[in-house]
């Protein structure tokens, strides 16, 4: 495709037809689609599929908190384009699962692409996107102790797609928001570990 994704919309438009085209999708197919001078929508996809019921199956979340932390590792680096290993690229899910989970998530990306919007653009540039990719990894470590209780990992995969988002669209008030929720889920992931 020969733009990137400027909206969730965007995004879940390639989601389906990348649905349409396949039995099988596969993570390097959702890859392609996205494009590659855009961080956003590869930790808002993975962290929004989780948020829908595939994310109930048993090691998914943990398998996409590993794809999210690989990608964040290569923000953190400064890497221009998303690279991940052949074995990853291959892992592949029904097409009819990518498509009903798009479709499951328009409402959600509707209301996003409404209310969320480029402000505070320097919030989304330079070392801020550091500062989100390093959150992402420490978000994503939490998810696989949480994956015991039933949807705990989904609250530092809203942080994470919430980063994503706002990468997306260009939104530092929303970057904001997400640094905030960030501490609150790892709090939340440290209170349970520790027991309290």
């Known amino acids: 495709m020969s733009e990137d994704p400027k909206s969730v ?49 048993p090691g998914v979340p943990t398998a996409i908190a590993a794809v999210i932390a690989l990608f964040a590792i290569q923000m953190l680096w400064g890497r221009k384009q998303m690279w991940l290993p052949a074995f990853v690229k291959r892992r592949a899910v029904d097409a009819e699962k990518v498509e009903k989970a798009s479709a499951k998530l328009r409402g959600v990306a509707a209301f996003m692409d409404r209310w969320f919007h480029g402000r505070l653009e320097v919030l989304t540039r330079g070392a801020a996107v550091r500062v989100a990719a390093a959150a992402c990894i420490l978000l994503a470590c939490t998810v696989p102790p949480l994956e015991v209780l039933p949807w705990a990992s989904s609250l530092p995969m809203l942080a994470i797609a919430s980063f994503g988002l706002a990468l997306l669209v260009r939104d530092g008030a929303l970057m904001i928001a997400a640094t905030i929720l960030s501490l609150a889920a790892v709090g939340f992931g440290i209170g349970w570990l520790s027991g309290g």
């Open 9 to 57: 919309g965007d995004i879940l438009d390639r989601l389906h037809a990348v649905g349409e085209e396949h039995d099988r999708v596969s993570i390097g197919d959702m890859v392609e689609a996205f494009g590659n001078r855009s961080y956003g929508p590869f930790l808002l996809v993975p962290a929004l599929i989780e948020e829908t019921p595939i994310g109930s199956i």
